[in-house]
Nanobody
């Protein structure tokens, strides 16, 4: 059974850091592109970051560049999103997803397999 499970969310003060994990099961992560998305209350879902299946290409939405880092551990079938210098604007439910094609993460995000999400709240 294909499954993606996010963890690592929680509450943090502005300026703090969190590292999200997404453990996958039922398939090998290696041949898939990966992505992280988020949805804040009252807002549309937003693509945060993507990484190609080779790991050699990454994408970040402008608002997180220099603060967030996407990574993957194919041996453990897990992907990560390291988040630092968090602000209230980063408050959202964060989702991980995997894709057969590198381009789908940015161009056709709904085509992927998705996790259930983990809440990140940045507040003083």
């Amino acid at each position: 059974q294909v499954q993606l499970v996010e963890s690592g969310g929680g509450s943090v003060q502005p300026g703090g850091s969190l590292k999200l994990s997404c453990e996958t099961s039922g398939f090998a992560l290696r041949p898939y592109a990966i992505g992280w998305f988020r949805q804040a209350p009252g807002k549309e879902r937003e693509g945060v970051s993507c990484m190609s299946l080779s790991g050699g290409s990454t994408y970040y939405v402008d608002s997180v560049k220099g603060r967030f880092t996407i990574s993957r551990d194919n041996g453990n079938n897990t992907m990560y999103l390291q988040m630092s210098h968090l602000t209230s604007e980063d408050t959202a439910v964060y989702y991980c997803a995997v894709y057969h094609k590198d381009s789908d993460c940015e161009r056709d995000p709904k085509s992927g397999f998705w996790g259930e999400g983990t809440q990140v709240t940045v507040s003083s």
